[in-house]
C-alpha cells in the first residue's frame, strides 16, 4: 500500500506531538518531519515533498501563510489553529480542513477522512491516466490508455490494440489489467479486456452474453458471467 507523507508545521512542540500521537494509528501515513518555524518547514517540503501539511498559521515570524506563497505547488493542507478568523482565507488557498485547537477527537478524524479521500482521487488519476511504456524487442512506445480499444491474451503474450497498432508484449493479462483504470476496463471474458469507451453497440445474445461492437468494427464477445459486470461499468440496459 502506498504511504503518504505528513509534514506537522507548529511553533508549539507539544502542538507538534500532540498530532504526531493523534496520527499514529493512520498505518497508512508515514511523519515525514516536523517544523516550528516557516524557514525549517520550506526547506523540509523542497526535500522529502511532503503529501499532507498540517499547518499552524500565527507562528513567530512568517506565518502558515507565507509558507504556501513560497511554495510552487500545494500538497494537502490541513490547518490547525487556535484562531477561528482565518478560516475564509484558508479555504481560499483550496485548504482540506480548519481545525480549532484543542482539536477534538471527532473532528480530527473527519479530517483525516477528507484528506485520504482526496490524496486517494488524485492518485487514482494518475495512476491510471499516465501513458504506458510498451516495449517490443529493442524498440519501445507509449500508449496512452485512453486510446487502448482491447487487449487479448495468447499464452504467455498480450495484445494490445489501439487505432494505429497492434503491439504484442511479453505478459499476463492479470498482470497488465492492474495497470488500468477498473472503472473503465472491464474484462469480458477469460483472454480479453475491452475499454468501455471504445464499444460502439452491444447485443445481449440468447445464452445471456453479450456481443460486441467495438469502434474500430471488430466484433468481441462476453462470457455470461462478465456480461453483467460490463452492464455495470459500462452503465448498459
Same mark, same amino acid.
Given at each position: ?143 496512452? +490508455? %485512453?486510446?487502448?480499444?482491447? /487487449? ?6 498480450? @495484445?494490445?490494440?489501439? *487505432?494505429?497498432? !497492434? ?14 483504470? +477498473? %472503472?473503465?476496463?472491464?474484462? /469480458? ?6 475499454? @468501455?469507451?471504445?464499444? *460502439?453497440?452491444? !447485443? ?34
Amino acid at each position: 500500500m502506498r504511504k503518504y507523507k505528513v509534514l506537522i508545521v507548529d511553533d508549539e512542540k507539544a502542538a507538534r506531538e500532540e498530532l504526531r500521537e493523534q496520527l499514529e494509528p493512520y498505518f497508512m501515513l508515514e511523519i515525514a518531519g516536523m517544523a516550528q518555524h516557516v524557514q525549517q518547514a520550506r526547506e523540509i517540503v523542497e526535500t522529502l515533498q511532503p503529501d499532507i501539511i498540517f499547518l499552524d498559521i500565527e507562528m513567530p515570524g512568517l506565518s502558515g501563510f507565507d509558507l504556501l506563497q513560497q511554495l510552487p505547488e500545494l500538497p494537502a493542507i490541513i490547518f490547525v489553529t487556535a484562531f477561528d478568523q482565518y478560516a475564509a482565507k484558508a479555504f481560499d488557498v483550496n485548504a482540506v480542513d480548519y481545525l480549532l485547537k484543542p482539536i477534538r477527537m471527532e473532528r480530527f478524524a473527519l479530517a483525516m477522512e477528507r484528506v485520504l479521500e482526496r490524496l486517494l482521487a488524485r492518485h487514482h488519476d494518475l495512476q491510471y491516466t499516465r501513458p504506458v511504456f510498451i516495449k517490443n524487442g529493442n524498440r519501445g512506445t507509449l500508449i496512452q +490508455p %485512453a486510446d487502448i480499444h482491447y /487487449i487479448t491474451a495468447t499464452d504467455n503474450y498480450i @495484445t494490445i490494440v489501439t *487505432d494505429t497498432q !497492434k503491439s504484442v508484449i511479453k505478459s499476463s493479462l492479470q498482470q497488465f489489467e492492474q495497470r488500468l483504470d +477498473p %472503472a473503465l476496463f472491464c474484462r /469480458i471474458n477469460r483472454n480479453q479486456v475491452v475499454n @468501455t469507451r471504445q464499444i *460502439d453497440s452491444t !447485443k445481449t445474445l440468447p445464452n445471456g452474453s453479450m456481443r460486441l461492437t467495438m469502434k474500430n468494427g471488430t466484433l468481441l464477445e462476453t462470457s455470461v458471467r462478465q456480461a453483467s459486470r460490463l452492464k455495470q461499468i459500462a452503465r448498459l440496459p
